[in-house]
């Protein structure tokens, strides 16, 4: 089952508009993660934040936490056509043992944002 | 350059075969995965592993297996019993709270 939920499914905006996109989930969580996928090709990390941070800024995304309502935002300043791409959250129980990371993310199913030009 | 390599970037399956794809990595993480992503869909986790000759089953393991014979390989079978293959399939790493991808395979039963 699917741990993350975004909303919309889709968006499309014009070029200097925001997009905001948002995330919901059903467990605790160690930290979330925004991802961005390019048509046919892998995922790229955008963004962490930790279960004990509110909001977390990266050049032109903002990403908010609020653990009491297991919900996020990704929010992208002043868009540009080559931000076309799905979105998407994944929340992580990324554990350390013995020096090594391991663990599962579970992702939702994606945002698409378009931005016309 | 370091990265995760997989290959091939598309394959075809007959019905009843059994085929690999391959997934290399030189970023020396200890942990690797797979994921299927259905069109429009999410990533659904198949395996995972946190060291070498270790490695866990996720959310849709049936019909797959994989090996992890060497810290840079985490190849995947995509075996008959798997009766809906078709998928895009993303192979990843983690050294830390972060993963990283390859480029992805396309697999289609023909």
């Known amino acids: 089952s699917q741990q993350g939920e975004e909303d919309p499914q889709a968006l499309s905006i014009q070029e200097g508009e925001n997009a905001t996109m948002n995330c919901s989930y059903k467990t605790s969580i160690n930290n979330l993660q925004w991802y961005r996928q390019n048509s046919g090709r892998g995922l790229v990390h955008l963004i962490l934040i930790r279960s004990n941070e509110r909001e977390k800024h990266s050049g032109r995304l903002r990403v908010t936490l609020d653990t009491s309502k297991k919900s996020s935002s990704l929010l992208i300043t002043a868009s540009r056509a080559a931000d076309t791409a799905s979105y998407f959250c994944?929340?992580?129980?990324?554990?350390?043992?013995?020096?090594?990371?391991?663990?599962?993310?579970?992702f939702g199913q994606g945002t698409i944002l378009t931005v016309h030009p | 350059d370091g990265g995760i390599t997989q290959s091939p970037k598309y394959l075809f399956r007959k019905e009843g075969q059994n085929v690999t794809l391959s997934c290399e990595q030189n970023l020396n993480h200890d942990a690797m995965y797979w994921y299927r992503q259905d069109p429009g869909q999410g990533l659904r986790l198949i395996y995972y592993?946190?060291?070498?000759?270790?490695?866990q089953k996720g959310d849709i393991a049936e019909g797959y297996s994989v090996s992890r014979e060497k810290k840079e390989s985490f190849p995947l079978t995509v075996t008959s019993a798997q009766k809906n293959p078709t998928a895009f399939y993303l192979c990843a790493s983690s050294a830390g709270n972060t993963i990283y991808f390859g480029e992805g395979s396309w697999l289609t039963v023909v």
């Open positions: 592993s946190q060291i070498v000759n270790d490695f």
């Open positions: 994944a929340t992580s129980d990324i554990r350390n043992a013995g020096g090594t990371s391991y663990g599962k993310l579970t």
